[in-house]
């Protein structure tokens, strides 16, 4: 399952309210961010991918996916079309309700199905390397773990969570023990704790100690098991989500052709009856990150197991991500200009990236590590090391009368 959701708002204007991340081609790839993470995990998938959306971008990622929004216009029968199944979320309440209804949908199909959950909007350069860890996740997942995906670091990085291995081998004694099976085989070793975004100083010595990788935000989990350790630890949100299974899931219609047109009525009728249930129950469920829902908790039980990878991985979750995936085929001294959307651009001596399609012609000269973005209503200009400040001048545009630039 892929959830879609954010604002996107550090890389504006390029990303909108309307328009989010998950949905650009941020790379000048010919694939938006949500197709390319969903075209690199269908080869681990045995069922059509759930994506969990916000209800304002459903019917824009189910023109991009071919797919159609769950609800007034088709079921979510398992077997009814191999593309993937959008959901609409009524209003954010962050990743823990998303993954978890995503679950109770997979629950109630198979009660045995395991699910992985995959962020919409990052990148993956080695696609292998991510499959080999997938399988390593499902085997670990499989003996009652709740497995992340650990990304080996390149770097000190202050803008990412980290994953903290524990020091005991996965299959040896002491506090972290617990009655789940060994781990010996998977590839995957016990979690000690989850860790919030450190400070430069605290991310050289994660890098140098070797004990931590970055968190990427995936996790692997049987449906079942993720949803029992979520009513221990929030019951409403756990009984919520599968109360909205139990209306959104029903048999696959029946094949009796003189009755089609009173099994399409009856159809419709079924999914105006669960579209009721989920906009009922949605707004009562607990607005929560799955980390600090069941990540943090179970990995304080031993319950949860990460498998390390190095995948080639990026969030790109500023300009400054990009930029450092766009430069890296700079010349020798690492000074370019990198265009997307051909602009036409002339420079001197400048490190730079580029988006848009100006008829204008963008000179530059002696800048080092700039971001230039020009669209129809807007030209940003950034640094690289201011690039995680643009969120908050987007949120202070309300205040200077450009709300309508969101």
Known sequence: ??????????????????????????????????????????????????????????????????????????????????????????????????????????????PDAVIGSFPADHLVGDEAALTRAIAAARAAAARGYLVTIGIEPTRAATGF??????????????????????????????????????????????????????????????????????????PPLAAGVRRIAAARVRDEPREHPGDRDGDQVADRAADRAADRVLEEVWPTLTSIAIDHALAEPLAAQGRVAVVPADLDWDDVGDFAALARQLRRTGDAEGRDVVVVGGARTVDRDAHATVYGSSQRPIALVGVDGLSVVETDDVLLIAADSGARDLAELVAGLEDEGLADLR
């Open 161 to 234: 969570g980290y994953i903290e291995r524990a020091d005991e081998a996965p299959d040896a004694g002491g506090p972290l023990a617990q009655p789940l099976p060994s781990l010996a085989g998977t590839g995957a070793q016990r979690v000690a704790s989850f860790v919030e975004k450190p400070d430069a100083e605290r991310a050289a010595r994660y890098l140098a100690g070797g004990r931590h990788l970055w968190n990427a935000g995936i996790f692997v989990a049987g449906a079942r098991e993720l949803l029992d350790a979520l009513a221990a630890q929030i």
């Open 1 to 110: 399952m892929v959830p879609a959701g954010g604002a996107g708002t550090r890389l504006w204007p390029l990303s909108r309210a309307d328009r989010p991340k998950f949905l650009l081609d941020p790379l000048g790839q010919g694939r938006s961010l949500l197709q390319a993470t969903l075209a690199r995990v269908e080869p681990s998938a045995d069922r059509p991918a759930i994506v969990v959306t916000g209800a304002r971008h459903a019917q824009a990622v189910a023109a991009q996916l071919g797919s159609r929004v769950a609800g007034a216009e088709g079921a979510v029968g398992a077997g009814s079309d191999a593309r993937p199944r959008i959901l609409r979320e009524p209003s954010p309440r962050n990743s823990m309700p998303a993954i978890a209804l995503a679950a109770a949908l997979a629950e109630a199909e198979d």
